[in-house]
């Protein structure tokens, strides 16, 4: 689950909790306090009626009925002595009974009889009596007055109520829920940022930093701390490389006077076969390590530095002229050499660079063929004007595996790491890295057909428009 999810079912669930705790305490407050008022009121009627029935005993022998039922108008009442004789009934107690209890509040009782026989601008629903019983002592008389009001079914209305507030707190959480989103979102707008500029940041461009929002807060240390671990893993990138350019170079010269040294010593004609053999041995040897220490020289400089020298060179001329000098490599493994380019290609880059690129292009294409194999070298335009170099050769099937990583330093497709190729895996690392450095990308296919395609394309320049230009020799070579 992501963090934006979580913040939000967690701000959603606090605010629903606190809103719906504010919601049951307003719910209970609305429920109790009609009540609370109808037992005020009921209060108050009772006392008003005892105390008329008090008055009327004491002035007359035979209490005046008819100024009690004034002051009962629209209450139940009946009120009974101390002995528990009834001495007044109202005219609505007379055609309703309702039973007495005694509680020390008041209690509802239902009835079929329909609101609006009370009250006019009621509708017909049922009505419902609020009932109190007090005991009230007056002029050394006890009477007990059970007084009811005729009032609008309150469990209905509490239900309707309930309903509201429930409709109001979905509502609620709905907008809680969609405010929250938008929160979180904006609150992790910093982190997705950061993200996303981090993914920028490779081995290529650790030079890339994240700029500061100067808020002052977590997220600001949080960049100053990446910023700072992007300066110590460049450091210790470029120590690296400059390690690797110094041994190499430092290797370059002894390996230099000891291949040497054995060529000079294989001119002795006097040398016994069996050291001879041995010599030999020893100056293939030299001659692999010093290629070697040549790539990787030319590796670290190409990862030390990101400039270019810049020139504008025919694409197609160039192309020409690197596989003319793989003629008689050609000739001898009988290989075939297809060109075909569709216009001049005027590309405006570092031309000795991209010349390097062909060499090893082409040498990989020769050195994985087959005797009596093709090689087919084009350039054409792409869809977005681009140039597109292509180097496809006939030779074994690389698997998907390794043609993720065929331009990782140092790897071979075949697993033995046999030196009948020759190589030593750092051709086409070189490669990618140059064609970077001009701002292109390199892929490479391998399908059933017997064909690996290597296809390099260069964002788009100064291009001119040309027709196909096609040469032969007759060396197996079209």
């Not at 305490?25 to 008090?54: C, H, K, S």
């Not at 979180?184 to 650790?206: Q, S």
């Not at 701390?225 to 190499?248: T, V, W």
């Not at 033995?416 to 064609?435: E, F, M, P, T, Y």
């Amino acid at each position: 689950m992501k963090i934006r999810t979580r913040i939000t079912l967690w701000a959603s669930l606090a605010g629903l909790a606190s809103t719906a705790v504010l919601s049951a305490i307003v719910f209970l407050w609305g429920l109790e306090t009609p009540y609370e008022f109808l037992d005020q009121e009921l209060e108050l009627r009772a006392q008003t009626m005892a105390n008329a029935m008090a008055q009327e005993q004491a002035t007359r022998e035979e209490p005046d009925l008819a100024a009690l039922e004034l002051c009962s108008r629209l209450y139940w009442t009946r009120i009974y002595d101390a002995g528990g004789r009834l001495l007044f009934e109202s005219e609505l107690a007379r055609q309703i009974d309702l039973p007495r209890e005694m509680r020390n509040r008041g209690y509802l009782i239902t009835t079929d009889i329909p609101l609006n026989r009370f009250y006019a601008e009621e509708d017909d629903q049922p009505t419902g009596f609020w009932n109190r019983v007090f005991i009230m002592p007056i002029s050394g008389h006890i009477y007990q007055v059970h007084v009811a009001r005729p009032v609008e079914n309150l469990v209905s209305e509490s239900i309707e109520s309930a309903l509201v507030i429930g409709s109001a707190l979905l509502v609620s959480t709905l907008i809680l829920i969609g405010v929250s989103y938008l929160v979180a979102g904006r609150i992790l707008h910093p982190i997705r940022e950061i993200n996303r500029l981090t993914r920028e940041i490779t081995a290529k461009t650790l030079e890339k930093r994240i700029p500061l929002a100067d808020n002052h807060d977590e997220i600001d240390e949080l960049i100053a701390g990446l910023n700072a671990m992007f300066n110590r893993l460049q450091h210790s990138f470029r120590r690296q490389k400059e390690f690797i350019a110094n041994a190499s170079h430092e290797l370059k010269t002894p390996v230099t006077l000891l291949r040497l040294a054995v060529e000079e010593t294989l001119q002795n004609e006097h040398l016994p076969a069996a050291v001879q053999e041995k010599l030999l041995a020893q100056e293939r040897a030299l001659t692999r390590i010093g290629q070697l220490i040549k790539n990787l020289l030319d590796l670290s400089r190409l990862e030390l530095s990101d400039g270019l020298e810049q020139e504008l060179f025919s694409a197609s001329e160039l192309v020409t002229s690197v596989t003319q000098e793989f003629d008689a490599l050609l000739q001898e493994r009988e290989i075939r050499l297809v060109c075909g380019f569709d216009g001049a290609h005027p590309l405006m880059g570092d031309k000795e660079k991209m010349r390097r690129v062909l060499i090893n292009l082409m040498d990989n294409a020769v050195r994985y063929n087959h005797r009596g194999g093709e090689i087919r070298c084009l350039l054409a335009f792409g869809s977005l004007k681009e140039t597109i170099l292509t180097v496809a050769n006939t030779g074994p099937f690389i698997e998907p595996a390794d043609r993720n990583r065929i331009f990782d330093q140092f790897f071979r497709c075949e697993k033995s790491r046999s030196s009948a190729h020759g190589g030593v895996g750092l051709g086409l690392a070189i490669v990618k890295r140059i064609v970077e450095l001009h701002g292109g990308r390199i892929g490479v296919e391998s399908g059933a057909d017997g064909w690996n395609v290597f296809a390099l394309h260069f964002p788009p320049g100064l291009v001119e428009d040309g027709g196909m230009e096609r040469r032969g020799d007759g060396l197996g070579r079209q």
